[in-house]
Structures are given as C-alpha cells and as structure tokens.
C-alpha cells in the first residue's frame, strides 16, 4: 500500500469501527497487550469514536507476566490518552495441569476475563485475517469485535507507520512475545515448582539480555519430578554462561542446559495430536522451532496418560548426528505465520467460540 491507499484504508477503517460501535451503546473495552494487533485496533477506535470512549483492559497473569510489559502498556496509554485497567487472573495454572494450551489461555483467561470485565460493554480485538480467528471470516461474534480481521500483518504495520507508532518490545522475541507461561514446555501440576522454574527464570534472561535480541527465554522441560532450564538467546553471547551458572542456584531448577549446539526434544503427546500430521507440525514448526535458538530434532511418542491434554517435553539432549542429518534439516519448508495459521490443529482451536467469562 501507498500513502493514499493507507489513508483510504484507515478511513474505511473508521467509518466500520464507528457504524459497528453504535450499534452497541458507543463504549468500547479493547483486549489490550501492548502488540502491534490490539496497539493498531486502540488507534483505530480512538479515531472512530473517542478516546474517551475507549477504555484499554490488560490481563496480567501474576508471576507469569513480564514486569517490563506493565511500563509498556502504561506508558502506550499515557502517551496516546487511553484509560487502561489491569485485570488480574491466574487461573492459566489450571488450563496448564493438563499440558501447554496457549489458545486456550487466551480464549479462557485473557478473553474471559476482558468480557466479564465488560459487563456487555463491546470488546475489541487485534485479532487479524494471520491468526484463527481471522480464519473463521468473523468480525463479530460473542460480545467481541475485530476491527482488522480482514486485514493481515503487513497492513497492521503499515496503519501503525501511519500514526508513527514503535512497538516497544518486551524482549523475548523480535517478533511475537506473549506470556512467561508459553515457555513452559510440561504440565504445570505444581505451580510452586513448574510455574515458579518459568516465571523467575524468564525474567532474569531479560535482565542479562534486555535488548537486541531475536529470542532470549528459558524453556523449563523434562519429566515432572525434574525442572530441565533450556537457555535460549540469539544473537548468542557469552553472558549467558554466567547467567546458566546463577540458573543452577534456583532451587527449583535441576538442571541447566545452553542451547549452544543442536538438541533433540523427546515429546510425548495427546492421541489427538500425536496421530494426526498436521497437528504434531504445528508444534514443531509453529510453537517449538521459532523458539529455540539452535536446531532441533523432535521425537514424537504418544501419551499412554488421559490427563494430558497436549504435549510435554520430557527429554532434552545433544543432537550428535546433526552434520550428517542436516542438509534434511535445512531443506524443510519455511512456513510464515499465516501458513501456520491455516493448518488445522487439536491445540489450536479457532478463539471464535464460546468462552466462560471469568470474574
């Protein structure tokens, strides 16, 4: 798009958002994480009908939220003139019992929560024709309204150059950041032991590395009884030595490994995802690969527990044969998000359906 088809664009933008709002009272909540999504629908509101009818809700998910995106956000609304509410909720520990479900915890937690917020007040989402939602064709649906659904990542970008907007980064990815929780890669059955591994060791990495970085996490794997912390950073620098060594003084962290060479995964999964091919790619090229800062190799095994209602990452180790087996490695097709986001998947369920609203 020129400068005139972005203008064109955000003014058919507006007149939709301000014909669509007054059909539900003239107020509006907007989901709001501080990402270029529900950034890019706050603008576009705010323009239609009002800053003063827009209010900006941010769920914060206790220890598993970064402490630098609580600034982030805050300091978005003070600049542009929103009003933002933080709404706190964990009840992500229990959708993450039964194994990772990061779209579960944003339909249940982080949208149940906005919507009980609400209390029948329209909310708006950064949802966009790259994600499920925007795969469904629905703008409307459930007391919720997405604004950009028609519209995809590179056009969000654009409308954001155009109110001369920068995503201000938390820091654990160039390109999507999220909660301390997606990088818990096992069932959570203790929070005082998995989710604590997740939460403190993921916000030291930011404190080695708060910048600069194309990824910078700890993945806590391994079997229940064991807390495995996978140190990820790319670009990959010395420091992060030091920081394994203080990683190895967290009690509930058993063992630390440097994602500084090739690693394998051992994976066992949920029947549902383990025998369908589309849903065990998912997770490799949609979830695990972009996270890691090295190679790696999956080996999948299918779960013989019916509590487990995804994945768990139950193993991870040096994979010694990658330079005979990696020009199979390179070869494999690369997949940009909204190719991920048109292959059906048992964890990834569209977010147009019914949630619970949480209060």
């Given at each position: 798009m020129d400068k005139i088809d972005v203008d064109k664009n955000v003014e058919k933008l507006i007149e939709e958002i301000r014909?669509?709002?007054n059909n539900f009272g003239n107020k509006v909540v907007v989901a709001f994480s501080g990402g270029m999504d529900s950034t890019a629908a706050a603008l576009l509101c705010g323009e239609a009908i009002g800053k003063e009818n827009v209010e900006l809700v941010h769920v914060v998910y206790g220890p598993y939220t970064y402490s630098n995106s609580l600034e982030i956000v805050s300091d978005f609304a003070e600049r542009f003139g929103f009003k933002i509410t933080f709404v706190y909720n964990r009840q992500q520990e229990q959708i993450w019992k039964y194994g990772p479900s990061c779209n579960m915890c944003t339909r249940q937690v982080k949208m149940g929560s906005v919507l009980g917020y609400a209390d029948g007040r329209l909310v708006v989402t950064g949802s966009n024709s790259s994600d499920t939602w925007g795969q469904t064709g629905l703008k409307l649906f459930n007391g919720m309204y997405a604004p950009l659904g028609d519209i995809g990542k590179v056009e969000i970008q654009k409308l954001l150059d155009y109110y001369g907007v920068r995503i201000?980064?938390?820091?654990e990815h160039a390109l999507r950041e999220g909660c301390k929780l997606k990088h818990l890669l096992k069932p959570m059955t203790n929070p005082n032991y998995h989710g604590k591994a997740?939460?403190?060791a993921n916000e030291m990495?930011?404190?080695?590395f708060p910048s600069g970085n194309e990824i910078a996490n700890v993945k806590i794997a391994g079997p229940l009884s064991k807390n495995i912390a996978v140190v990820n950073v790319?670009?990959?620098r010395e420091e992060v030595y030091a920081l394994a060594k203080e990683l190895e003084q967290i009690d509930v962290i058993d063992e630390v490994i440097v994602a500084d060479r090739p690693l394998i995964l051992d994976i066992i999964a949920n029947p549902s995802i383990y025998r369908v091919e589309n849903s065990r790619y998912w997770v490799e090229e949609g979830k695990l690969?972009?996270?890691?800062?090295v190679p790696i190799k999956v080996q999948w095994h299918e779960s013989r527990n019916n509590?487990?209602?995804?994945?768990h990452v139950v193993e991870v180790r040096e994979w010694t044969t990658y330079e005979t087996e990696k020009d199979k490695y390179l070869k494999?097709?690369?997949n940009d998000s909204d190719t991920l986001s048109e292959i059906p998947c048992s964890c990834s369920m569209p977010s147009a359906i019914p949630l619970t609203h949480m209060r």
């Open positions: 014909t669509t709002v201000r980064r938390i820091g997740t939460a403190i990495v930011l404190d080695y790319r670009p990959f690969r972009p996270e890691f800062a509590k487990l209602r995804t994945f494999r097709p690369k």
